[in-house]
Each structure stands twice: as C-alpha cells, then as structure tokens.
C-alpha cells in the first residue's frame, strides 16, 4: 500500500472513530426507524412524510450550544411546515407551483445573510419544496404535519442529546484545534531539519494557520454566545472558557516560534543546536495532544540540553537561541495550562472584554437592508438560484410524464454554489459520485434479494451522513446507493430509476454551470479590496502591539481583538484568492504579485505575534527609529494600495536571502506596492 493510500485509508478509520460517525448513527437511526414502524403499521404515506421531516431538518444541526439548538429547532420546524404545506397545495396548478417555488427559492436563499446556520435551514427549506413537488401529496394539511412531526421527533433526539451533554460541540471543536495546533507545531519544528527542503513550507504554514483562525471564530461562537454558559459561574464553563483562552493564546506563541530557517540554519550550522530544537517542539506538539504520555521526561531532558548551549555559544548566537528557549518555555507552560486550567470566576469587566471576541450576526434592518442589492453577493446567487429553479420548474411541468424529474431541479439546488470554482468542484464530486453510486446499486440489485437491499441502502444512508460534510463525493456514493435501492424495492423499474438518475443529474449540472455566468459572483475584482483590509489589519495589529505593557489587561485585550480581526482578514483573503485562481479569466491576474503581496501580510503578522510575545514581556526588539521606519513603510503601502493594478504584469523586485524582520519585511511590501 502506498503511502498516500494510506493516508487516505488512515482518514477513512480515523472518522470512523470520531463524533461524525456517532451523529451520522444518530442520524441514520432517526430517519429510519419512524418510516420502519409506519410500515410495519402499513401507512407507508406517514413513513415517507415523517422520515423526510427528519431528514430535511437533521441536515441543518450544526454544531451549537443549548441555546443554538433550541432556537433553530423552532425555526427550522416552523419553516419547513410552512414550505411543505405550501408548496403541496400549490402543486395542482402549474402556474402556481412555478411561482410559489420561486419565491420560497429566493426568500430562502436570502437567509445565508443572518448566517451559516440559516443559510443550511434554507437550502434545505428548498430542497423539501423539492421532494414535495415529486411526492405530489393529495393533503397539503395532512402532508405538513408529517413534516412537522417528523422534525419534531429529531429535534427531540437533538436537544436531548445537547441536554445530556451541553457542551459537545465545543469539546470537539477544542480537540480538533488541539490536534490542528500540535500539526503546526511538527510542521514549524521540521524547519530546523536541515534535510528537509523549504519549498512550499509557507503554503502550507499559511494553510494551517487559516484553518486554526476559522477553528478559533468556531470555539467563540460556541462558548461565548452560550448564554447559560457565560452566565452561570460552573467549574465546567469557565473550564471551557479558560481552556480556550489558553488554546487561542498558544496559537500565538506557535505563530512566535522563530521561522527565518535559512538564517536559522546558517546561524547554528555544526553546533548541535537545531536538532535540539526541533525535537523539543515535535515533544511538545506530542504533549499537546497526548498529555499524559512519557515525553515530559524527554522534553526537560532536551531543555536542559538547550540551557547548556546557551552557556557555550558565543553572545550573538546565544542570544538568539535564549529567544527560541523563551518561546518553547512559554508553549510548554501554556501546553501545562490547556490541560490543567487555573479555574476563576471573572468579574463582570472581563466578562465583557470576552464577549468583545463573539461575533454578532447581521440581524439589525439596516444590515439585511444593505443586501437587497446586486452588490451583495447572497442577493445575485438569490437572483441566480431563483432563475435556475425557474428553468427546472419550467422544464418538470414539460416534462410532467417523466415521474422523476423533479431530480432535475433537486440536483441544481445542491451543487449550485456562489462561486465559479466551488460550483466546478461541487459538480464534479456530484457527477463522479452519482456514476459510482448507480454502477453499485445496479451491481447490488441484480446479486442479492429484498432484505438485504434494504440493509444495504441504510448503509448508504449511514456512509451520506459521515462524509457529507468531509468528502462529499463519497455522500453521494451513499446516497445515490441509499434511494435507487429504496425506490426499487418500493416502486421497481429498474431501468427507469437508473436511466433517469444520470439524465436529469448530468442535465442538471450543466444547468448549473452555465448559471454561473447569470449573476456572476467573481472574487477576483475583490481581491485588492481585501488585501488592503489585510494590510489595514495588520498595521491596527502592529499599532496595537507596540501599545502592549506587561501585565496591563487593557493594552493585552485591545491586542487580542487586534489579532483576531487580522486573522479574519487573511482567511478572507486566502479564501477569495483560492476561489479567483479557479474563475475563467484567471490567467489575466499577476499571480506572481498577488502571491507575493498575500505571503508578506502573513509575514507581517507572525512577527508582529513575535514582537507581541516579547513586549508582553517587557522585553523591547524595536528602537524608535525602527519603529518609525515600520510604521512609515505600512502606512506608504496603505496609500498606494488604492492606485495597485493587479492586472499589470511586471517584474517583481528581488525577495532572496534577506533577514525575516519586520524592518525588512514592511519595507519590501511597501517597494512592491509602488512598484
């Protein structure tokens, strides 16, 4: 087996293991277990009504606290009631059907606004609309209450399970931070491999990092807009609380571990050091996720290693080595502080300051208002999602012998994304997935009977629900597999179910990416937008840190929230630059310049994290005449970022064998900028 199959296979064992394949029992077990009783009973109407009602709504329980789940349970069952009543007495008449789709499609739609919660409440609330208009129940009033009561019954297994465990979704997302972290600290510590090759280390350093931002906004949300939580002084929230604080603070303090490695290498070439070094960080990444192993004896072993270095190197070298000994201290005692807490209970001034960090939905008039225009990129992919299920509904009612296609306008509702390249690549996991899927279902159908069909598809059920939301094209495998066996067993022809499958899926996708160009959202005309909110960022940051005096709890708040909007803006910028590089007109952009421009902003930030860590120590690195040089340099870049042309293509000046600080970084970003 080779090692990236593997890997892949390690993966598959892995979220086998992992919560995701506990919800996807949850909900397998919930969405089967009513539409077997009402069989059993022989009101296979009921079974189909109330097993689509846990299903529709199970797709929308996203990780939450209490309050989260309870709310958006209310939500979605009294959304989803209205939409399938409606949606079913409007079914007779074409004309009507047509419209009211198309209004709930784009109502809907327009929900992603308040956040990524309703915007899941809402692509579902049309995909039902979708079910609906291929069920054609008889009794809209009757058929809503199944729905209703479908959603009830999963909404009730949901908040019994957040009752007993309160605080699960948190849990998860602070071990997978964990393991993200200790990632980035074995990533970090093969820098001072002197084997190991550099190439594409800032890709992937930058990568990480992005991915710990959005994990540290995910653990905030859950902890800080869990009023119970906030409120109540329990050991287990301000342990959770506490902990977070700690995780978010190391973050930094790995962001702070020196990387200028060519220099590193060059400095400390043939002294023994950076073996050392790069094995302390490697122990400390293992203590971080496995904390009650043997390798503390090994780490102050290595550390005491390190002190005897010190002492030998000459005063230049040893200074720099007492720096990198000063950081791997710091992490080792924050690694100690995740794992044991020092539990308090917060005044209601720091109470406060934590919930500075939370960030607040959209919800105010103005805000939504702001939105109902074609700038607002949820406004155009509203106006295309809408036009495409007007096509589709279009095309069903000509089609109205064909008794699956609805899978048409089904299909385009969930592979249609905002973006050119998410759509590409949706289509893709969509096309490859449904091919496997009915290639597998054929193969099942035509070798075993009934019983074992039906066992089968409650595994594809099962495999949908553990990949739909890390491997999407294994879902569709799952669910392709799931209904063409169900649909045999219920309803036969075979030929028809497979035949109509592809044809209305491959229709479908092509829809889609002609839609694209409907309502266009391209991210690449906002690529210089986001680079200079990058670099305001990053200079508020920078301000905010040289502000910074020990032990003073306003300066060292104000610079948390400095630092976590400057991570918000480079995951914004990494994720439209990543979008942009996939549209059709790419090629016409400076890549090279663009690049260049993103890899200094994130260099900016990580020494501005070091320069942090010191001055939370009292230590200066900075001279007033450097500091001045710096803040000069960024606030240059800043004006001429406004005149930068990314289309221009030009040589970029020269970025070798320069000392990683923050003198030479601000001042080859602003050269760049006026280049």
Excluded at 27 to 56: D, R
Excluded at 300 to 327: C, F, G, M, P
Excluded at 528 to 542: G, I
Excluded at 603 to 613: E, P
Aim: proline fraction near 4%.
């Amino acid at each position: 087996m080779s090692s990236k199959s593997r890997k892949h296979f390690s993966a598959v064992i892995r979220l086998f293991k992992s919560e995701h394949s506990v919800d996807a029992l949850r909900n397998t077990l919930a969405v089967i277990l009513p539409i077997i009783y009402f069989f059993y009973l022989g009101w296979p109407t009921t079974a189909i009504g109330i097993g689509i009602g846990a299903l529709m709504i199970c797709m929308t329980d996203l990780p939450g606290n209490r309050s989260d789940k309870i709310r958006a349970a209310w939500i979605t069952n009294l959304i989803f009631t209205f939409v399938a009543t409606v949606t079913a007495w409007s079914a007779t008449v074409p004309a009507l059907m047509i419209l009211t789709v198309v209004l709930i499609t784009f109502m809907l739609t327009m929900l992603g606004i308040v956040g990524q919660r309703m915007n899941a409440i809402g692509l579902m609330g049309i995909i039902l609309a979708t079910f609906t208009i291929g069920l054609k129940p008889a009794n809209p009033l009757l058929y809503g209450n199944y729905i209703f009561l479908g959603g009830l019954w999963y909404s009730l297994i949901s908040l019994s399970q957040i009752w007993i465990f309160p605080y699960r979704s948190l849990r998860r997302a602070i071990k997978q931070t964990e393991r993200d972290t200790a990632s980035l600290l074995k990533l970090r510590a093969k820098g001072y491999d002197t084997e190991f090759s550099l190439s594409g280390f800032n890709q992937s350093n930058m990568r990480l990092h992005l991915k710990l931002a959005n994990q540290h906004e995910l653990i905030r949300q859950l902890l800080l807009s869990d009023e119970r939580a906030m409120r109540e002084v329990s050991a287990k929230g301000k342990f959770f609380l506490e902990k977070s604080t700690n995780l978010i603070d190391l973050y930094e303090q790995v962001s702070a571990v020196h990387y200028d490695y060519p220099y590193l290498r060059n400095q400390f070439v043939s002294t023994g050091v950076l073996p050392l070094i790069q094995h302390s960080i490697e122990v400390l990444a293992k203590l971080l996720t496995h904390p009650n192993s043997d390798a503390l004896s090994n780490f102050e072993s290595l550390r005491l290693q390190l002190r005897h270095k010190v002492e030998e190197l000459d005063s230049e070298k040893a200074s720099l080595l007492q720096q990198i000994l000063t950081n791997i201290d710091e992490i080792s005692t924050l690694i100690t502080a995740i794992h044991q807490p020092n539990i308090t209970t917060p005044s209601n001034e720091e109470e406060v300051r934590v919930r500075d960090f939370l960030t607040p939905a959209p919800i105010q008039v103005n805000a939504i208002k702001q939105h109902f225009s074609l700038q607002s990129p949820i406004f155009r992919f509203s106006l295309r999602l809408s036009a495409l299920c007007l096509i589709a509904l279009l095309l069903i009612t000509w089609l109205s012998d064909e008794h699956y296609s609805y899978w048409l306008l089904l299909t385009m509702v969930i592979v249609s994304r905002p973006s050119y390249g998410q759509t590409m690549k949706r289509n893709a996991e969509r096309f490859g997935g449904t091919v496997i899927g009915l290639s597998i279902g054929w193969l099942v159908i035509n070798s075993v009977n009934t019983p074992w069909q039906l066992g089968i598809s409650v595994i594809g059920l099962f495999v949908f629900f553990a990949f739909n939301r890390v491997a999407y094209s294994i879902s569709v495998i799952g669910i392709t597999l799931a209904v063409i066996l169900c649909l045999n067993v219920y309803e036969g022809n075979l030929w028809q179910l497979v035949s109509d499958r592809a044809l209305f899926t491959a229709l479908g996708i092509g829809l889609c990416l002609a839609a694209t160009f409907l309502f266009p959202i391209w991210n690449a005309p906002r690529l210089s937008v986001l680079l200079t909110e990058v670099l305001k960022a990053n200079h508020l940051y920078l301000q905010s840190t040289l502000a910074l005096k020990p032990n003073e709890l306003t300066s060292i708040h104000q610079n948390r929230l400095a630092r976590k909007l400057s991570h918000q803006r480079l995951s914004a910028l990494s994720e439209a630059i990543k979008a942009a590089q996939k549209e059709p007109f790419h090629k016409k952009l400076n890549w090279p310049l663009i690049n260049r421009l993103q890899l200094l902003n994130y260099q900016l930030n990580v020494l501005t994290a070091t320069l942090a860590s010191m001055q939370k120590r009292g230590t200066l690195l900075l001279n007033e005449i450097e500091i001045v040089s710096i803040t000069s340099a960024l606030e240059q870049a800043l004006d001429n970022m406004e005149t930068l042309d990314l289309h221009e293509q030009f040589k970029l000046p020269s970025w070798t064998n320069q000392p990683l600080n923050l003198m030479e970084v601000s001042a080859h970003l602003n050269k760049l900028i006026k280049a």
